[in-house]
Nanobody
Framework: QVQLVESGGGLVQPGGSLRLSCAAS????????LRWYRQAPGKQRDLVAT???????DYTDSVKGRFTISRDNYKNTMYLEMNSLKPEDTAVYYC????????????????WGQGTLVTVSA
């Protein structure tokens, strides 16, 4: 059974830090590009950060310099280190696994976690 399970969310004050984790089971995470998305109340789900199977990372402009995405393929786990948090970072954060093109062509499909809530408030 394929599962992506996020953890590490919670309540933090502005300027604080949190580290989110996404543990994958039932898949070989090294065959996927891994992403973090977030969805604030009443808004669409937006891409936050991406890390390729080779470790190349990219970020949406609003989190550059504050968030760091990383992955440990041996542990089948992805992380999002979030620093200098702002109230506008409040959202449910979702991890997402998109198969690399070679594996997509073999029939691998996209996977989503259930999300973890991050609330930034004084």
């Amino acid at each position: 059974q394929v599962q992506l399970v996020e953890s590490g969310g919670g309540l933090v004050q502005p300027g604080g830090s949190l580290r989110l984790s996404c543990a994958a089971s039932g898949i070989v995470s090294s065959r996927y590009e891994l992403r973090w998305y977030r969805q604030a109340p009443g808004k669409q789900r937006d891409l936050v950060a991406t890390i390729t199977s080779g470790g190349n990372a990219d970020y949406t402009d609003s989190v550059k310099g504050r968030f760091t995405i990383s992955r440990d393929n041996y542990k089948n786990t992805m992380y999002l280190e979030m620093n200098s948090l702002k109230p506008e970072d409040t959202a449910v954060y979702y991890c997402n696994a998109v198969p690399e093109p070679y594996f997509r062509d073999l029939g691998y499909v996209e996977r989503w976690g259930q999300g973890t809530l991050v609330t930034v408030s004084a």
